[in-house]
Structure formats: C-alpha cells, structure tokens
C-alpha cells in the first residue's frame, strides 16, 4: 500500500501545528479558508491543530490527498521547498507512489531524494514528459504525508519501489489497453506496433516481431463479468427507501437521468458503456446496436425493464430515444454531426453526402435517416447549410445544379416564398453573383474553374451511384467549361478523383479534409495566436475527449495519421488525428482551473510557439456597442480597450485579411464564413437600415 493512501497511527505523526509544518497553508488567506474548514471538523484545525490531533478523528492520507488538490490547483508556482517545512531528505522511492507518479519523478535530473523535489513546483512537475493532473497531485499529496510525519527520515522503501518505474507503468498501461481491447471483441489486435527502422541488428529486429506480436490474449486479463448481475446486485446492496426511488425512476421514466454512470471503466457495466460510446460515436440506429450487443434486450432482475433502459436512466451519456442510441445525448450529437458537415462544406454552405459517408462510420441508410431526423435540408442529393439569407440559398442552388439561372427560376428552384424583385436586389449587390444577360452565376465559376469543374464530376458520380463512364464525363465538362477533352480527363483522374476500368470515382478517404484556418468558422487569429470559440458541454466539464476542426490540426502541424503534444501551463495536451477526424484530449483540468460551467463559451488557444491554452470568453456590457461585443466574439479578451480606429483591423486581421480596413469587405468576409452571431452585429454598426 503506498504511504500517501495508507492508515496512519497517531504515534507516526508529528505534534508540530500543520502551520508550522506547511507554511502554505497559512498562505492561503482567509478569504479561502472555508475551503480548508470543509475538510475536518474542528474549527480552524491548520493552526489549533497538529497531524498527530487531527489523526485522532481524521484519515490523515485522505485529508493530504485534499490538500494537495487544493495545493496544485491554487498555488501552482509555489515550491514545495516554500510551502513545507524540510527536515532531512527522504529517499525518493521511500514516498512508494504508482507507477505514472513515480515516472514522473524519475524524469527529474537529480532525483534521488526528495531535494530534487523539494526544489519544483506543481506547475514544473506539469512539464515534465507524460505528466497528468492526477500523477501530480499523488506526488504533492505524498509530499505532504511525508512532511506530516514525525520521522520521515526512517522511511525506507517497499521491495516493489525498487522496480523501475517506467517498466511498471509500461505493464500497467499494456493492461489497461489489453482490456480496452478485450471490451471492444478486439482481442487478436496487436498491443504495440514496433517498428524499430531500416537497418537494426538481427536482434533487435527479432524483439520488435514480439513486440507486435504481443496481443490482449497473452496478458491475464479476468473474464468479463455480467453486467445485469451487476446490476442486480447493486440495486440489492441500496437501501430499501434509495432501492425503491431507484427503481421508480428506471421504470417509469421520471425526472432526467440520474447523473454520471455509477460504473466506471473495469466494471462489467463500465465496459459495456464504454464500448458503446466507441461504436456509436455519436449516433447510432438502436435495432442495430441492440443486434451487436443482445445483452442490451435483456431483462435486469429487480428493475424488470430492459438492460439498455436502465443504462438510459442511470448513466446522462448514453441516451436511447425516437430509434436511436446517442452518445452523450440526441442534440449533442446532432452538433457533433453538423460539426462534422462543417469539414466539407463550400465556401456556399453545400455538403456532398458521399465525401461525409466515406469517413463516418454510419450505414448509408442510418446516414439519410439521421440527416432527416435532424432536419437538414436536402436539394438535388445535397446538404444544404442554413443560409445566410435569400442570397445564401440563391447561392447554394446555383453551385448544386452548376449552371446561370434566371430570377424566375431561380425562386423556383429555392423553393421560398421570395418576391423576384426583392431576390434580384439581393443578387445585385452580393459580390457572390454576376449577371450575363438575364441569368444569374456565381462569380467563382469563372475566378476558380478548377472547383467548378471539380463539383461537376462530383454531380455526375454521384448521380450514378458512386462511379461514372469517363466517356460520359469527358463531354460533359467539354460542353460545359469549353475545355480540351484532354484537360476534362485530367480533372476526372485528379485530385479527389480517380478512373479505374474505364469509371470516374472518388478516391477511397480515411479523414476529413485538411482545412484551412482562415475558412474555419469560430476559428481566430489574435496576433500570434488562433483562437477557437466552442461551447462548453458536459463532456468537457466530465474529462472526454473531442472532435476539433482539421484546422486546428493545420495550426498545430498534426497531419492525418499523427500525434502532436502541446506545451501548456498545466502539463502536456495531446492533439491526435488518428481516425477520420482530429481529436483533443480532455480539457477538465483547464475548465476546472478558470471556472467555466456548462454551456459557457470557451476559447481554445494554439500560439505560434505550439503552446496550448483554454480560456473563457470575455464578455461585455449588454449596452456596448456592436463592434466591442464582435471582437468579444472574436476572442479578444480585453475588446473595450482597442481603439477605435483599429477596431475595423482587428475584425479583419483575425480572418487573415491583413491590411484591410474597408467594412464592407469585412462584412463580406465574415458573411462568406456564415458567422451568423457576428455578421448580425457588423450589420447593425454598419449597415444603415432605411427609414
């Protein structure tokens, strides 16, 4: 048992007052020591008390582990060395810390005894190599047990500190990742990829083939447990009164669920959730998850309902409604959905279906039904983004069938109760559009022919059900775009394309396309730093990981298939973009430390020198003016002390127009993005509304 978590005597622990021995507890002012008097009943105990008191009421281990939450979070810079009263060094291994805490330390030079220690900080152990919030927070907490103790010096270490660290924690992750394997029926997978490069000895070579060859099969992982005998037996253990309530709200489905799963990760019931949330990921028709899982259908002893309906109600991360399973819930994952519609929207606000279907894992028909049950518009086989007005939509029907329209038809194709005259207006004074006689096109199609010619193959392969004769699509861009057949079979077998046996088809995708960040909405520049504006929800606030726009992986140089780690003020943050879509580890830590609550914006910083930082959005007084409230929206965290005269700049700089200063083209920038929130409030500082 390590020594910050196991049951301490009285007779181990020092009669000194806990000030005097952790001066930082006296650092920690009085208008926080509420947070302090919640730990231990006794009034004002850090300065009436010494541990050797306390311990006679007060699990010593459990209170330090407290502390050292508290330690960590408000006094991040301070030394251990300035907090805590240091009498003689203590070996380092002494301390008896897990694994990840102990590899930490091990990667400190000079680390023998806890001088080395003695002589950082929370916020220096955050930087090193493969740090988290919580291997710091074991290393302070036994810290301060250490410091608690009457004779620290006599600690001595456990046969098993004697290990090496990171081969402790290499066996412990290999389990850990083992069982993940284990609970997503992935047991043959290979743990490891081992590839040690051209050129290695015979041997080394030999050792990396085991290596990759090691699976979940080879470790001594137990047999899965059954999660309705779990479950049985946890509503048996409540008490009659909480058995009672518990199984009212399973069955009648009253009141919102109960909260987070009471079932984490490596229990038969924490399994099965998580390898759930992996499959849906976010949605899912339930009949087919219900067919890959039929443990689902079955019915739990004491709640007599069915097993998914039970983890309906008791877990707020897994919701079953209107014939789908979602992961946290329905509207989530609609977010999640047009998040990732984003990624391969034009510049108009059009999504071709077939490119989103190759990177998501729903079957074509769970694909149409949810993009239906969300209520996505659809016009010739397309997406259509909301628009940003009747010229918005004019623009989306013009890119989707490709050719000038008339005013006339143009209504009619939009499908909107709009005036011809009121549309016509709108057109003329949209740099989006041009006029060749009586017949609206969209200016792009003679400034960027290479799209134009692009979305026209798209068009007649997906017409066709995924592939078309290139003697079809050749004179189809010949009669259309006046260009050589030569050039039209150059376009068919380029780019996203590919001619295979004579057919024109999309090339196979493993991810989402690689954006670029000044054609990110919510995405900002602010000097030397991008700035992404997302709401907070309550996975955030929980520790899950998230999608982020492939921007963002632009910004940090993370291509498809890699991993970068940012550099923060609170240990390491990984950005990986390992499947379809780039991927942010948890961002808990950084919500925790600014106190943003759920559903507030928040802002995701990546700077140009790879540091990463999360902030909440600076707000302004209802009464400001429209430009200060937009470059609060922007990510400017101080918008009412820019000059005036540089507001217009600012606004544009964050696009990537600098040097532009015109409103007009600003407002035509943001609008070409659909910053809805934002365009509104360049509109009213701008845009004079006749009388």
Not at 130 to 135: K, L, N, P, Q, V
Not at 479 to 486: K, L, T, V
Request: with cysteine.
């Amino acid at each position: 048992m390590s020594l910050w978590s196991r049951a301490l005597s009285v007779d181990e622990l020092d009669t000194r007052r806990w000030v005097d021995l952790m001066p930082w507890l006296d650092r920690y002012g009085s208008a926080r020591t509420a947070a302090l008097g919640a730990l231990v009943s006794a009034p004002r105990w850090w300065e009436n008390e010494s541990p050797a008191d306390t311990g006679a009421h007060t699990d010593i281990a459990g209170l330090c582990a407290e502390l050292a939450h508290i330690y960590v979070t408000d006094h991040p810079e301070l030394r251990f060395a300035d907090g805590l009263l240091r009498e003689g060094e203590v070996p380092v291994v002494a301390l008896d810390l897990g694994p990840a805490a102990a590899t930490v330390v091990a990667r400190l030079p000079h680390a023998p005894t806890t001088a080395e220690l003695f002589s950082r900080s929370p916020a220096d152990l955050l930087g090193v190599r493969g740090a988290d919030r919580e291997s710091v927070e074991e290393i302070v907490c036994a810290a301060l047990v250490a410091t608690a103790l009457r004779e620290p010096s006599t600690l001595e270490a456990e046969p098993r500190a004697a290990r090496v660290p990171a081969v402790a924690l290499l066996l412990e992750d290999l389990a850990a990742l083992a069982r993940w394997r284990r609970v997503c029926g992935r047991d043959d997978a290979p743990l490891l990829q081992a590839e040690p490069g051209d050129g290695a000895p015979e041997e080394i070579q030999d050792a990396a083939a085991r290596l990759r060859a090691l699976t979940a099969r080879d470790l001594p992982l137990p047999a899965p447990a059954d999660p309705i005998a779990e479950l049985a037996g946890y509503l048996q253990g409540l008490p009659d009164a909480e058995r009672e309530e518990l199984r009212r709200r399973v069955r009648d489905d009253l009141g919102d669920p109960a909260g987070p799963s009471s079932f984490p990760f490596g229990t038969a019931v924490g399994d099965l959730l998580a390898s759930l949330r992996a499959e849906v990921c976010p949605v899912a028709a339930f009949d087919r998850i219900a067919r890959a899982y039929p443990v689902l259908n079955r019915t739990v002893p004491g709640f007599d309902v069915p097993l998914w309906r039970v983890l309906h109600r008791l877990d707020d991360r897994f919701e079953v409604a209107d014939g789908w399973v979602a992961v946290p819930d329905l509207p989530d994952a609609e977010k999640q959905m047009r998040g990732l519609l984003s990624e391969f929207e034009s510049p108009n606000g059009v999504v071709e279906p077939a490119a989103v279907k190759a990177v998501w894992s729903l079957p074509d028909g769970e694909f149409e039904a949810w993009t239906q049950y969300c209520g996505t518009t659809i016009f010739e086989g397309r997406l259509l983004s909301p628009p940003d007005g009747l010229a918005g939509r004019a623009a989306q029907v013009l890119e989707v069938l490709g050719d000038p329209l008339t005013a006339d038809t143009l209504v009619a194709r939009m499908g909107v109760n709009a005036d011809v005259h009121t549309l016509v207006a709108e057109l003329g004074d949209d740099e989006r559009f041009t006029l060749d006689g009586d017949r609206w096109a969209l200016a792009d199609w003679e400034a960027d022919v290479v799209t134009a010619v692009r979305n026209r193959i798209a068009r007649l392969v997906d017409a066709r059900g995924g592939s078309a004769d290139l003697a079809v699509v050749v004179p189809a861009l010949v009669a259309r775009f006046g260009i050589s057949e030569d050039s039209a079979r150059t376009f068919a077998a380029g780019g996203e394309f590919e001619v295979v046996d004579g057919r024109v088809r999309r090339r196979p995708r493993s991810h989402v396309p690689v954006a670029a960040p000044e054609r990110t909405r919510r995405l900002y520049r602010l000097g030397d730093a991008w700035r992404l504006r997302l709401p907070a929800t309550r996975d955030h606030l929980r520790g899950a990981e998230f999608t982020v726009p492939s921007a963002v992986a632009t910004i940090a140089g993370c291509a498809p298939g890699g991993t970068v780690v940012f550099p923060s003020r609170l240990g390491g943050h990984t950005l990986r973009w390992t499947g379809p879509v780039p991927r942010l580890s948890s961002v808990r830590r950084f919500l925790e430390d600014i106190g943003v609550e759920e559903d507030n914006e928040l802002l995701l910083e990546v700077r140009a020198d790879g540091r990463f930082d999360v902030l909440p959005l600076r707000t302004v007084a209802d009464n400001a003016e429209p430009l200060r409230k937009a470059l609060s929206l922007i990510g400017h965290t101080e918008p009412e002390t820019v000059p005036e005269e540089r507001i217009a700049s600012a606004l544009a700089s964050a696009l990537g127009l600098d040097g532009e200063s015109r409103p007009r083209r600003i407002l035509s920038a943001y609008r070409a993005r659909r910053e809805t929130e934002v365009v509104a409030l360049l509109e009213q500082a701008w845009v004079r509304v006749p009388n």
